[in-house]
Each structure stands twice: as structure tokens, then as C-alpha cells.
């Protein structure tokens, strides 16, 4: 038989490499179906395009092929091998999207139980300030609020506090500048107030207050008041008492005494400090660690306005008497909610905060 010619010897080559690319394609397709997860792949991967592969054999193949065939037959199998590529590709993203559902499915139970959102809670240091002011509120009280920064005027002074007057020591301010400073009371709001309506005056006036105390279990250097007064015609001490147990038996409960204890203010006259039935121990006498067995807590001071400060603001003290206080806020919460440590207030502990809600 004559042996074939260049042409003809060509032509079968071209044929060849075209049927086996088809039957390597026809192969390459099955076991890619056929890989159920990334390891099978890549072994399909290995298996056709790695360096021993089928179809780097076939390449290696061009080599025999006369020379003005190997171009095209490179790119024929250039041309199947970028397909084949592809086809890895979208097998490959098929897998992942098929683990992600299965993996979806897996952790999905719809009867297990929410996540509730967390809500957060008031502050029981905002929540004493509220119950506070709406008592007074309910009683016809307003609620002021003044600022932070004060001059000493209405911090001292016009409290009938001059500047020799030894109580100013007592009172251990963060001063800003020569005249002003941060309030260490809330009394300034009774002056404001004073000066700016005609009695009868009715107000509470809760806020921030600072102090240059060292922090420990019972003391911050920034803490809040409440300040409350009432200045109209024929007051007395007895109406501050009364008021002065309703607040107690509404933050308290409703067995609540109230105790006056002499004490020295320069803007009230008599002055006292204000206790009240320990919370805890109700007064038993026990030993109690929020009372110290004493039966009886320290809310702040109060007293009857001094006749100066009357005058200072322009009120006749003959017409017109008054009764003033001012609690700390954080000592109420303390013994409100049985707390061990002023401190717990204000290191922002959901955990704590969130069970006196
Ligand atoms: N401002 C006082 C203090 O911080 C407390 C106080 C005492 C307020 C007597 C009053 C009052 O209104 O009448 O120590």
C-alpha cells in the first residue's frame, strides 16, 4: 500500500487530535458531574489539566505533528482547555453555593427561640429623678433644670454664703476661673428661680452636681441632687415633713418615717439633716449592713429659707416663708435598689444596670 501523503498524513492528525479532544471533552464533562465536592474537582482538575494530564499528553502530542500544523492545533487545544477551565470554574461555584445551602438548611430550626433585641433600661439613677419629680409633679410642683457652671453668686453668695464665710470650704468645688465654677449643689436653681417669678414658688430641680471627692464606696465627684422648694404665705416646717415622708413612702414604700436631726446650713433656718426608715431593715435595729444598725439612712439636708435669702431675691420675709432641701440622688438609689457601691452607677455594667430595671 502506497504510504499516505504529507496532506493526507496531516489531515488524519488534525482528525485525531479533533476526535481525541471530543472524547477527552465527552470524559472531562462526566467527571466533573460527577465530583460532588471541592477534592473530587480539583482531582478532575489534576486528573485532565495537571502536568501528567490527558489533555497535556495530547498537547505534548503536537510535537509530531508537521510544523505548519502545530499553530492551529494549539489553539485548538488551547481553545479546549480555556473551556474546560470554565467548565471547573462554574462547577467549582456550584459546589460552594450547594455546601452553603446545605450548611443554611443545617442550622436553620425555625421552632428554636428568638433572640430577643436588647432594649436596654433607664438608669436607676435617672429612674429615682423621674419618680421624684413626678411626685412633686403630681403635688403642683415644676421641674426646673439650670446649668452646671455657676458663678459663685448664685452659688454662694446670694445663698447667703459670702466670701469669708467658712461653709464655702465645705463645699470642695472644681472652680474654672476666678468667679466661676462647677455647681457642687443644686441650691443655685432656688436663686434662678427665685429671682425670675414672684412667689408662690413650687419647684424640684434635679442635676449633675461636682465635688472634689476622692471616690470611694459612698462618695463620686460627679453625682446629682435633687433640690426642692416651696415659698408662698403661712409655710412651715410641717408642710416640709409631709412632703418630705410622701417622697420617702413613694421611693420607699409605704411604711417610710421621716427624721430631722438639727443641723447648720447658711441659706435655711433652722436647718436639718433629713434620715429616713433604713429601707432594708426597716428600722429593726438589727444589724444591718446599708444602715450600719442604726435603723435610720441619710438623704440630704433641708431646712426653713433664711430670711436673707428672702431678701436677696427681693421677697418680703415677713409676708412670705419657705422650705428648701436637697438630696443626693445616687444615696437614694443606693438604698433604693440595696446597692453595696456608689461606684456600680457609673461603670456602665449592663448587667448590674439591667436588674434594677
Ligand atoms: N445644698 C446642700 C448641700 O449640698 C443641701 C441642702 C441643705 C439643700 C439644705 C437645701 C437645704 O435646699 O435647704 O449640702
Known amino acids: 500500500m ?34 460532588n465536592d471541592e477534592q473530587a474537582l480539583e482531582s478532575v482538575r489534576i486528573a485532565f489539566l495537571g502536568r501528567n494530564g490527558d489533555v497535556t499528553k495530547v498537547r505534548r502530542s503536537i510535537g509530531t505533528l508537521p510544523a505548519s500544523q502545530r499553530r492551529d492545533a494549539g489553539k485548538t487545544i488551547n481553545d479546549a482547555v480555556a473551556a474546560m ?47 421624684s419629680c ?29 466670701s469669708d464665710h467658712p461653709a464655702r470650704e465645705s463645699f470642695d468645688s472644681f472652680w474654672l476661673n476666678d468667679t466661676m465654677l462647677l455647681r457642687p449643689h443644686t441650691s443655685p436653681m432656688q436663686i434662678r428661680t427665685m429671682q425670675e417669678h414672684r412667689p408662690p414658688i413650687a419647684i424640684v430641680a434635679p442635676g449633675k452636681c461636682f465635688r472634689r471627692d476622692a471616690v470611694d464606696a459612698r462618695h463620686l465627684f460627679q453625682f446629682h441632687q435633687v433640690e426642692g422648694l416651696l415659698v408662698a404665705e403661712g409655710i412651715h416646717f ?83 416663708s419657705g422650705w428648701a432641701f436637697g438630696f443626693g440622688v445616687e444615696r437614694l438609689a443606693l438604698s433604693r435598689y440595696e446597692v453595696d457601691d456608689i461606684r456600680r452607677f457609673v461603670n456602665s455594667d449592663p448587667d448590674f444596670l439591667t436588674q434594677l430595671a
Not at 485525531?16 to 466533573?32: G, P, Q, S, T, Y
Not at 415644676?142 to 453668686?153: I, Q, R, S, T
Not at 421611693?251 to 439633716?273: I, K, N, W
Open 85 to 131: 477551565e470554565g467548565r471547573l470554574d462554574e462547577a467549582h461555584t456550584t459546589l460552594q453555593a450547594r455546601a452553603f445551602e446545605s450548611e443554611l438548611a443545617a442550622s436553620i430550626d425555625v421552632s428554636f427561640p428568638g433572640i430577643p433585641p436588647n432594649l436596654g433600661s433607664i438608669h436607676p439613677v435617672r429612674r429615682v429623678i423621674e419618680q
Open 2 to 35: 502506497e504510504a499516505p501523503g504529507n496532506a493526507e498524513r496531516t489531515g488524519r492528525f488534525a482528525l485525531n487530535l479533533a476526535e481525541n479532544l471530543d472524547e477527552l471533552r465527552r470524559r472531562f464533562d462526566a467527571a466533573v458531574a460527577g465530583a
Open 134 to 162: 413626678a411626685y412633686f409633679g403630681a403635688h403642683g410642683f415644676a421641674v426646673v433644670v439650670g446649668p452646671e457652671a455657676e458663678p459663685d453668686y448664685y452659688n454662694f453668695d446670694a445663698l447667703n454664703i459670702p
Open 238 to 320: 410641717g408642710h416640709l415633713k409631709g412632703m418630705l415622708t410622701g417622697l420617702c413612702r413613694e421611693l420607699f414604700g409605704s411604711d417610710q418615717r421621716v427624721r430631722f436631726r438639727p443641723s447648720y446650713f447658711p441659706f435655711t433656718e433652722p436647718s436639718a439633716e433629713v434620715d429616713t426608715t433604713c429601707p432594708k431593715c426597716k428600722g429593726s435595729n438589727s444589724p444591718c449592713n446599708m444602715c450600719g444598725g442604726s435603723g435610720w439612712i441619710e438623704l440630704g439636708g433641708s431646712g426653713m429659707v433664711h430670711p436673707n435669702v428672702l431678701r436677696e431675691v427681693g421677697y418680703d420675709p415677713e409676708r412670705y
